[in-house]
């Protein structure tokens, strides 16, 4: 049987151990070292920096070996163009427009506008940025359906492409759509199903 707690403070968890703390690993330097890490920060930025200085002609081949999208040139171009700001004070960072973290990433809405940056912390960029590829493979999963949807129109004879198309103009519910908008192709791959369909049923479009 457990005694009674002398003091309410007896109940309390004990308090969480205090991190590691090392010198930093660089001889004359007494700056403690980066949690996990061998060197304090500035002596791990340097020691970086001496790494890339030396490894230069081969970062650059490995670089100019690379290929970017459209969309990831402009945005490393972007990120390229706010740091300049940042260097220069020209642009300040602010806490992150969703839940005000201090540790914030620059995020764009369009990346040919640079300066049009939006602050988020690391969770909430990385929501955006999942957010915004899924949107990207939606978009091309709907075009190579449209895209299907086109050529098995293109293989009908001209008469039933005709019909085909005036029924894809009165739209999903018969109140009419104009020719390319969405409720028209959606209309055009419902009756292009009906007509495969009914061909495989051995009867033919009307």
Do not use: N
């Not at 040139?73 to 004070?89: D, E, H, N, T, W």
């Not at 198309?165 to 791959?189: D, I």
């Amino acid at each position: 049987m457990r005694p009674a707690p002398i003091d309410e403070l007896d109940d309390l968890p004990p308090p969480r151990p205090l991190p590691l703390l090392r010198p930093c690993g660089r001889k004359g330097c007494r700056r403690w070292c980066r949690p996990g890490g061998r060197y304090c920060r500035p002596c791990a930025t340097a020691a970086t920096r001496r790494w890339r200085d030396r490894h230069r002609g081969e970062l650059e081949q490995r670089e100019r070996a690379r290929s970017f999208s459209d969309e990831e040139r402009a945005i490393r171009s972007a990120r390229a163009y706010v740091a300049q700001y940042l260097k220069r004070g020209k642009l300040g960072k602010t806490p992150c427009g969703v839940c005000g973290e201090h540790e914030v990433l620059a995020a764009w809405e369009d990346p040919r506008r640079p300066l049009s940056v939006d602050w988020l912390c690391r969770e909430h960029y990385h929501e955006r940025r999942d957010a915004r590829r899924e949107a990207a493979i939606a978009r091309a999963d709907l075009s190579a359906e449209w895209r299907r949807v086109r050529d098995e129109f293109a293989l009908l004879p001209q008469d039933v492409q005709a019909g085909v198309h005036a029924t894809a103009l009165q739209g999903p519910v018969g109140h009419g759509c104009p020719a390319g908008s969405t409720l028209y192709w959606w209309t055009l791959r419902r009756e292009l199903a009906r007509y495969s369909d009914r061909q495989r049923a051995g009867r033919f479009w009307t």
